[in-house]
Structure formats: C-alpha cells, structure tokens
C-alpha cells in the first residue's frame, strides 16, 4: 500500500484470476486520511493504531503519557543508543539473539524461536528498498529493533520487539520516540503500528499504545470474493480469525478463565 485507496480494485481481481494465483479473497483499505466508504463491496471498519506525526516535541509533550516520558529519559540515562541500522549479517545474528533469548513471549509459543540465520536474514529483508531498521543498542548489543516500512507518506510497523531481560532500561519506548524522530524529519505523516483493540476484551500492548500516543483510525476495509470458496468463506465470517468471531462477553469469560 502506498497510503493511498487502490483505483480500479476490478482489475486488480481480473489480473489476479488471469494470473492464476492461489487466492480467494481480495483485500484492500482506504487511506488513513479517507474515512468514508467509497465502494460497493463487502465493507467492514478495520481499527488501526496510529501516531500522527505533527514534530516530535508535540509528541513527546502532549501525545505521550508522563510515565512513559520518563521511560525514554530512562532508557537515555541508563545507556541505551538508540540508532538507525543497516541490514548486515552482524545486525541478522543480532535479531537471532534476541528472538533465541526466550521460546515464550506474552503466554504464547514464539514463532521465530530457534530460527536458522538464513530464515531470519530472509524473512527479514522483504521490501529492503523501502524499509528503515532502527536498533537499540546497550554496550554494544542488539536489544530490540524496529523495522518500518515506508508506504508513501505512511510507515508501517513490520516488527517491534526487545529482549525481556533488558526490559528495565525500556528500549522499546527509545525505539517508538527514535520512529517518531524519524518520520519528522522524513516528511511522514502517520506511523502505523497494527491494530488498536485486538481479540482480547483487555490487552496490555493497546495499553502501551495508547500511553505512547497511538490513536484509533478506523477504516473502512473491503473484501472482494476471487472464488466460489472465497465467497462462502466470506459469508461464514471465516476471513476472520477463530478469536475474533467469538463474541466479545464470551472472550472476555475466556480471558479471565485463562
């Protein structure tokens, strides 16, 4: 995406069928500034979490809550160096570090535990020419990166993540007020980082969010059948995930239950 709506979403559905591809549903969302639907399809309001970008010190001063002010200070004092990073095998090992640093994270298994170096370096270097690395850095290790991928005057959050056992000196929070810097001085308007609210009823990282000014857009998002499994699919709500068709009074008895 280029922060901006797809034209002619017919014949991007007509190229996809010529070429063949092993899909059943095409996506796509309006610009972060375009709120009101524009097309006819299957439409639903898609909540993304994002930081307008105005300058930093407006940021930092009145997005940001107290607490987490004090974290980027924090994080300052404590030595952490915040810094744009090239895409090298030393920064490759230095991702392998830290997603070997644990096999759980946040209650759940870790899909990029024990990864091969060549996984991660690939995995990792999708979108190269319009990606920015920026890594956290204590004594001289990698302790949390970011990678955001410019989409025209947008940059959107592909991986945030940081080593638990560094959790005190806050590197995330250098990392997000490092992002915002950036996208000053860059001309971007909006720095995007997934969803606001997620499956669960209370979530902890739409806590973090919103300390570390992030705001709710919602957009409209269409869905357009490719197939005849595609458009079943859509009918029985499965373009959703399992956790998110269950009812919200139902998932929040399940999160306490858990």
Known sequence: QDCETIADPDSV???????????????????????????????????????????????????VSYGERKAVKRAAKLGVEVRRADFDDAFVRGISNIYNETSVRQGRKFWHYQKDFETVKRENSTYLDRSV?????????????IRMVRAGRCAMAVQVISQIQH??????????AKVVEICEQEGLTHFVY???????????????????????????????????????????????SLADRIPLPLRAFLVNLK
């Open 13 to 63: 559905v007509r190229k996809v069928k010529a070429a063949g591809l092993k899909a059943d549903i095409f996506a796509f969302a309006q610009k972060l500034t375009d709120s009101i639907p524009r097309y006819p399809y299957r439409m639903e309001l898609d909540n993304i979490a994002a930081i307008v970008i105005t300058s930093y010190s407006e940021w930092l001063a009145k997005k």
């Open 133 to 145: 690395f920026i890594g956290a850095y204590f004594q001289g290790e990698l302790i949390g990166f």
């Open 167 to 176: 959790r005190e000196k806050k590197p995330t929070n250098a990392l997000i």
């Open 194 to 240: 997934g969803h606001y609210i997620y499956s669960n009823s209370s979530n902890s990282l739409t806590d973090f969010k919103r300390r570390n000014g992030f705001e709710q857009v919602l957009l409209p998002r269409y869905y357009i059948p490719i197939t005849r499994k595609g458009a079943i699919a859509l009918r029985l709500g499965f373009h959703h």
